[in-house]
T-cell receptor, first 113, second 116 residues
Framework: GAGVSQSPSNKVTEKGKDVELRCDPI?????LYWYRQSLGQGLEFLIY????????KSGLPSDRFSAERTGGSVSTLTIQRTQQEDSAVYLC???????????FGPGTRLTVL | AQSVTQLGSHVSVSEGALVLLRCNYS??????LFWYVQYPNQGLQLLLKYTTGATLVKGINGFEAEFKKSETSFHLTKPSAHMSDAAEYFC??????????????FGKGTKLSVIP
């Protein structure tokens, strides 16, 4: 079956612009996670969605970062007023429920010039 | 809170030699432990996981890991390295947060090179 998909695969933007990154989880998976992978910080948790519960936003690095999950499926991560330090690979993962194995998408490589 | 330490950011082995990638963790509650592999420009693929039960866990591609609570370790091994094993390997720990999340806390990764 289809795995987790993310779009775009690559995004180049100018400093100060807003960007939206999309994640399509595996059908039926109720839990969805966003992570960021950067050279300096490694792999970091950003945000978690579980069903219709309030998301766990404890990993978001600043208020320029936000995410939503519509209809319990597709998720969008938005970064406003991008900065060069936002350059990273943004990974999305989904799982059947929160405690189960997480399946990762291929990531979106964001470059902020 | 959890943390993961991977000893050695880069490990080189000869083809056919033993692979040993080290991982130590810290967790205030019984953890779930994972090893993921990442090939260049790809996402993370689960190699194996420990949740409960048998402490020796077998995964894909001939890898296995042993959970040692007394040593807070979860080292990854493979008896005989293959060229296709060259990749970056991440150890991760997961435990429930107050918000119900099981987010993964990752180590810094170990890049494995296999020498022909």
């Amino acid at each position: 079956g289809a795995g987790v998909s993310q779009s775009p695969s690559n995004k180049v933007t100018e400093k100060g612009k807003d960007v939206e990154l999309r994640c399509d989880p595996i059908s039926g998976h109720t839990a969805l996670y966003w992570y960021r992978q950067s050279l300096g910080q490694g792999l970091e948790f950003l945000i978690y969605f579980q069903g219709n519960s309030a998301p766990d936003k404890s990993g978001l690095p600043s208020d320029r970062f936000s995410a939503e999950r519509t209809g319990g499926s597709v998720s969008t991560l938005t970064i406003q007023r991008t900065q060069q330090e936002d350059s990273a690979v943004y990974l999305c993962a989904s799982s059947l429920r929160g405690a189960y194995e997480q399946f990762f998408g291929p990531g979106t490589r964001l470059t902020v010039l | 809170a959890q943390s993961v330490t991977q000893l050695g950011s880069h490990v080189s082995v000869s083809e056919g030699a033993l692979v040993l990638l080290r991982c130590n963790y810290s967790s205030s509650v019984p953890p779930y432990l994972f090893w993921y592999v990442q090939y260049p420009n790809q996402g993370l693929q689960l190699l194996l996981k420990y949740t409960t039960g048998a402490t020796l866990v077998k995964g894909i591609n001939g890898f296995e890991a042993e959970f040692k609570k007394s040593e807070t370790s979860f080292h990854l091994t493979k008896p005989s390295a293959h060229m296709s094993d060259a990749a970056e390997y991440f150890c991760a720990v997961s435990a429930p947060s107050g918000a119900g999340s099981y987010q993964l806390t990752f180590g810094k990764g170990t890049k494995l090179s296999v020498i022909p």
